[in-house]
């Protein structure tokens, strides 16, 4: 019987993992959330001229508190408050989570793979916020100088925050952490596997 | 390793940039986008005859539930991270070709599981199709893409040792 290949039985440690970050991601989200929460907060204020009075946070739920003016169908005017879903952006947390713990003491990555993970996070939630400004209408986003290039910008921040940081982050996160391991996979064990086959 | 890096990020960045395009829209990912539907359909017909497909849509004729595949499910963007992550390592362009093409049937099948699971989930539980439509299948299409990465930065690796010199 062949031994199972050192990349699978990796896999398989993978998947063993996965289940249990995503409860304790979900478990804790409320929280953990928060970093790459205060980081959006000022991306897009920075991002969104000025627009972003302050943040909120209700269980998960994120919310915008803006200095932009909207006025109801009745003719009545308020602030705009927007509301992002950061768990959309955060669910590539349990992902390197699984992926350290099922490498040679990827665990003492652990602190330090999380905190590479936020601004690609908070990336995401801040054009989240920034393209939901561009949908409610040019009235809205001209309030928050989201005009011309900026708002072409803000379109591609939000694909690449939401289609690709949160999958690509982790895995890109998880090979720069493991780059000693993982040179040691792929090169060092080719090497001795033919040095022990030509003994 | 860091040129790697960079060189990854690069051709990702760009290789999505393009996909963006109404043109590559239009002409490579919405044709995809309903290939991928077809084919779902046609796997659940084996032992669900109750379905069909419209365009990008899979619906259940029996209690009319209806799943739309949407950009971030279609694996186009898996799909992208994998080619980039193939094109940017040193490798020869053969292995590289072979590497990709095996590497995205092993994404396309793994899809096509996804968005029958979920076509079935969300029958079953609208919060339980919520949760692994947005979070874990999503995770779990980037795992598959990176052991397929391993699996042929391994066989590249082989390849080369069994070519060295004695």
Redesign the interface.
């Known amino acids: 019987v062949r031994p199972l290949?050192?990349?699978?039985r990796?896999?398989f440690r993978?998947?063993a993992w996965?289940a249990p970050c995503?409860a304790a991601w979900y478990w804790i989200a409320a929280w953990y959330d928060r970093p790459a929460a205060w980081v959006a907060r000022a991306m897009a204020g920075a991002w969104a001229g000025g627009s972003v009075e302050g943040i909120a946070f209700e269980g998960s739920l994120l919310t915008f508190l803006t200095t932009i003016e909207v006025r109801s169908a009745s003719g009545e005017t308020g602030l705009l408050s927007v509301d992002v879903n950061p768990?959309?952006y955060t669910?590539?947390a349990?992902?390197l989570a699984a992926?350290l713990l099922a490498s040679p003491r990827g665990w003492r990555m652990l602190v330090p793979g999380l905190a590479l993970l936020v601004p690609f996070q908070a990336w995401g939630i801040a054009f989240d916020f920034a393209a939901q400004l561009l949908r409610a209408g040019p009235a809205v986003a001209s309030q928050a100088a989201l005009v011309g290039w900026k708002a072409e910008a803000s379109a591609?921040g939000y694909?690449?925050g939401?289609?690709?940081f949160?999958?690509?982050a982790?895995?890109?996160a998880?090979?720069?952490l493991q780059?000693g391991p993982l040179?040691a996979?792929?090169?060092d064990r080719?090497?001795t596997?033919?040095r022990l086959q030509?003994e | 390793m860091v040129r790697f890096f960079l060189t990854f990020l690069a051709i990702g960045i760009a290789l999505f940039a393009l996909e963006l395009t109404p043109v590559v829209q239009k002409l490579l990912v919405l044709p995809w986008t309903e290939l991928l539907a077809r084919t779902s359909v046609a796997l659940i017909k084996v032992f669900d005859a109750e379905v069909v497909s419209f365009g990008k849509v899979l619906e259940s004729t029996r209690n009319g539930f209806a799943v739309s595949i949407e950009a971030g499910c279609n694996g186009v963007e898996a799909a992208l991270i994998l080619i980039a992550a193939m094109l940017a390592f040193p490798s020869p362009w053969k292995r590289k070709l072979a590497g990709i093409a095996g590497g995205l049937f092993a994404v396309q099948a793994l899809n096509v599981v996804r968005v029958v699971s979920l076509f079935y989930l969300g029958q079953w539980s609208l919060t339980a199709f919520e949760w692994a439509h947005l979070y874990l299948w999503q995770a779990l299409i980037m795992l598959d893409v990176l052991i397929v990465w391993l699996l042929w930065l391994q066989w590249l690796r082989s390849g080369e040792s069994s070519r060295a010199p004695a």
Do not use: H, T
Request: charged share 10%; net charge positive.
């Open positions: 290949n050192e990349v699978w990796f896999a993978v998947l996965i995503f768990l959309v669910y590539g349990p992902l992926l591609l694909q690449l939401s289609l690709m949160p999958v690509m982790p895995v890109v998880w090979a720069f780059r040179r996979l792929l090169v080719a090497v596997r033919d030509s």
